[in-house]
């Protein structure tokens, strides 16, 4: 990936994570109001901002931060949807079920499978 | 059946007893996992440094001989600074092992020969097993074995523990080995090889050290070792360990030329980008809290179903053990002593396994240690260092545990602050008494009052060191000099025996001490009036110490739980459950709490109780022996009971103040 390639990445992901942050922390649509969930999604977006901070010389500093954002976020949807896997099988087995949408915030599990595909890409240029 | 297993017996004993193999090198090169390939034992196995904290042992056979196999922990030097390389010197000179395996690590061969040198200078029949040899391939290493051979003269092998790669060999290399057939020196300079002769010939007259190498002692004399200083008498003016430690890299140097090829450039890989945001100054904690946070969140939440089901089983058979007995004390002590009893712990399995398969994860792949880098600085201002970050997030599983993983810890100071403090790293064995409390008290937000209660004691900890430290201490930490080990795929093998050893200590736990705890708690809860439990043993000393727990508003069957989860954590979910009679009515024990008026802050001042108050029997036990003073133990105790009651009361006053 090339380090406009990068940058571009960096930058959309560090917004989209921030928005999501937000929305998490307020429980404005789709989404549950979750305190340490939005930040722990905070944190997320800060891997990308810093990865910016990352002086323009050195472009694998950069896409180090791309690297590890994204599979961090990629695991912030798995957390979500085993979430959503062990609420769906506790109503099962109580016959109770307290299902909303904005339960397992969609946007993460959405976001996951995007930054899975950009990690798988810039994993081969560590490899 | 029986025929295979006395053949097999048979075989056993006519096996020839050929000696001891000591497994040595440096931590985190992987000697456990030797060990494991070795011996075909299951021994706990980690990425990350210090794991070994005593000597294993185990048996590795072939034919018709059969070795002892001992794994030592892993140390850098053989002198005598930290507990453990005490343990490693000593075992090496008091039991004199037929054998010494120097376990290298092909990617930092250079610091596993210096470990091998000093051996080398100890004694003679030793194999130097180069390990992660796959490793070495990825980065693009060159290792010649038999240059590497010619040079030390001794038997050298390639292998990797990890994929398998050449252990065959080794084996049999072990096998053919001729005992007694070597002891290479190598040379230091023409001034120190004279005083090491002037020495060696005085050391060789002594009758009291006709055990010792009296070339080794030399050395370490003029290194200026206290202990050996001592043991020979002898205290030199002027110390030589620099100049000797010089020399030993520069002859290693000489040798790895030809033999070693490393690529010129480290290339900026996987595990330096990794390392770059892991360990990033302002990310690195923040990356560490998260995972924390998502570690306990999916503890709880996924694992509810599965606790479900166990729960719904158990009632079930406690169920038809009633109604299969008509005695009523013998179907009451099964099905409610035994079965209700035990089982209220065992609902909690799950969650357990589920922790322990994430932590493995976490160990495997070497984050963790990249964890205690992190949080070394902030260590550091607690007047600890990351090596005691390592032993204290052991602590999460067992803190049994944990307080002997001290023994690495070189300072000795820090080492009985750490052991002391220890016991408020919130160990497994109070999870299922969270879980039950927290569960029914905050329904949905159990999982971050969960975290916050994990978070709380990282926090109390870091105070009581500082605390303790000022009290007993008023030393500086030695600062952490560990060297991050290399990220990897996590096996599944690894990560289910992982599990398993860490997790079936719990199961042991039910099947022993929690069933007899059990037992009595249903005999003190049945009698003298059965069927009237506020009338029993158990309610008459909870009510007597009722009055010390009245301004933190505990009932009586809480203080009851609380006295005997001395013995086990766990007891307190499973006298709560007796006591509270949730197995008769089918609902958890926090149930019928919040039944009986205890309100949300109740509740947390309870979890706080029993995360800070004295720590469970064993624990105290390795206290004693690891410090070696009753003070200290006695400390532990008054300062762990009088930290919980503070904490509670003030939790419960804001409660009464709030709600």
Same mark, same amino acid.
């Given at each position: ?11 959309? @992901?560090?917004? +989209?994570?921030?928005?999501?942050? $937000? ?6 649509? &789709?989404? %549950? !109001? #979750? ?39 990629? @695991?912030?949807? +798995?957390?979500?949807?085993?979430? $959503? ?6 109503? &099962?087995? %109580? !016959? #109770? ?31 | ?659």
């Amino acid at each position: 990936m090339s380090i406009k390639g990068i940058n571009s990445w960096l930058w959309i @992901l560090g917004i +989209l994570y921030s928005l999501m942050a $937000l929305n998490t922390l307020t429980g404005f649509t &789709y989404a %549950e !109001q #979750d305190i340490i969930f939005g930040l722990v999604l905070c944190v997320s977006a800060g891997i990308y901002f810093f990865g910016l901070r990352e002086s323009i010389e050195k472009p694998q500093r950069r896409a180090a931060h791309l690297l590890i954002g994204t599979i961090f976020s990629s @695991l912030l949807g +798995l957390f979500k949807f085993l979430i $959503l896997l062990g609420s769906l099988l506790s109503g &099962y087995l %109580e !016959q #109770d079920f307290h299902f909303s949408v904005d339960s397992f915030n969609l946007s993460v599990i959405i976001g996951s499978v995007i930054t899975l595909v950009i990690h798988l890409r810039i994993r081969k240029q560590f490899t | 059946m029986k025929e295979k297993n006395k053949k097999k017996a048979e075989q056993s004993e006519t096996k020839i007893d050929v000696g001891t193999i000591a497994l040595l090198g440096n931590p985190n090169v992987g000697k456990t996992s030797v060990f494991n390939l070795l011996t075909g034992m299951k021994q706990y196995v980690a990425n990350w440094p210090g794991v070994t904290v005593e000597k294993r042992v185990g048996k590795m056979e072939k034919e018709n001989m059969a070795f002892k196999v001992v794994d030592l922990p892993g140390t850098y030097t053989l002198g005598a600074n930290s507990l453990d390389e005490k343990i490693t010197r000593d075992y090496l000179i008091e039991e004199a092992p037929e054998i010494v395996v120097v376990i290298a690590d092909a990617v930092n061969l250079e610091r596993s020969l210096y470990l091998l040198f000093q051996v080398l200078e100890m004694r003679g029949d030793v194999i130097l097993a180069i390990n992660s040899i796959d490793e070495a391939k990825k980065e693009n290493i060159f290792i010649d074995p038999e240059e590497l051979q010619q040079h030390l003269g001794i038997p050298v092998f390639l292998m990797s523990a990890y994929t398998g790669e050449g252990v065959e060999d080794f084996i049999k290399g072990i096998f053919k080995y001729n005992i007694g057939s070597s002891h290479v020196h190598h040379m230091f300079s023409k001034e120190l090889e004279n005083k090491i002769t002037e020495l060696s010939s005085i050391f060789r007259n002594k009758e009291e050290l006709k055990d010792y190498d009296s070339r080794w002692l030399s050395i370490k004399v003029l290194e200026g070792d206290e202990d050996i200083c001592k043991l020979t008498g002898i205290n030199l003016k002027r110390n030589f360990s620099s100049e000797i430690s010089q020399l030993r890299y520069e002859h290693i140097k000489y040798i790895l030329k030809e033999s070693y090829k490393k690529p010129g450039k480290e290339k900026w890989g996987m595990n330096m980008a990794t390392d770059h945001v892991f360990t990033h100054k302002y990310l690195g904690l923040a990356i560490f809290f998260s995972f924390m946070y998502l570690v306990f969140e999916i503890t709880f939440t996924f694992g509810e179903p599965f606790a479900l089901m166990i729960e719904e089983g158990l009632g079930a058979f406690g169920t038809f053990i009633d109604g299969l007995i008509n005695i009523e004390w013998l179907a009451n002590v099964l099905s409610e002593g035994i079965v209700g009893g035990v089982g209220a712990v065992l609902v909690f399995v799950p969650n357990i396994f589920i922790l322990f398969l994430i932590m493995g994860i976490l160990e495997e792949s070497g984050y963790l240690p990249r964890a205690a880098f992190v949080v070394d600085k902030a260590m550091y201002t607690l007047k600890l260092s990351g090596r005691s970050f390592m032993s204290l997030l052991l602590g999460f599983g067992c803190n049994v545990t944990s307080i002997m993983s001290t023994r690495s810890i070189s300072e000795p100071q820090e080492r009985i602050v750490t052991a002391i403090v220890s016991p408020f790293i919130s160990c497994s064995a109070r999870l299922p008494v969270y879980i039950m409390i927290a569960g029914v008290f905050f329904g949905a937000r159990a999982g971050i009052v969960i975290f916050s209660i994990y978070l709380f004691s990282i926090f109390i900890t870091a105070v009581s060191s500082i605390f303790i430290n000022k009290l007993l201490f008023k030393g500086k930490p030695a600062p952490m000099i560990m060297e991050l080990p290399r990220y990897r795929t996590p096996k599944i093998s690894s990560l289910i025996q992982y599990t398993w050893n860490r997790g079936k200590h719990f199961l042991k736990k039910a099947g022993s001490i929690i069933l007899i705890a059990s037992i009595v708690i249903w005999f003190l809860s049945y009698f003298p009036v059965p069927g009237n439990i506020a009338e029993s043993f158990a309610a008459k000393i909870g009510h007597f110490l009722e009055p010390i727990f009245a301004p933190i508003g505990f009932t009586w069957e809480m203080v009851t739980s609380l006295i005997f989860g001395v013995a086990a954590k766990e007891v307190i979910v499973s006298t709560l459950s007796t006591l509270t009679l949730s197995a008769q009515t089918g609902v958890s024990a926090a149930a019928e709490l919040m039944k009986s008026g205890l309100t949300q802050f109740g509740a947390l001042a309870f979890l706080m109780f029993v995360l800070l108050y004295v720590p469970c029997l064993p624990t105290l036990i390795v206290l004693k022996n690891e410090t070696g003073k009753w003070r200290y133990l006695l400390l532990s105790i008054v300062y762990s009971f009088s930290l919980a009651y503070v904490v509670a009361l003030i939790i419960s006053l804001a409660g009464r103040l709030f709600v």
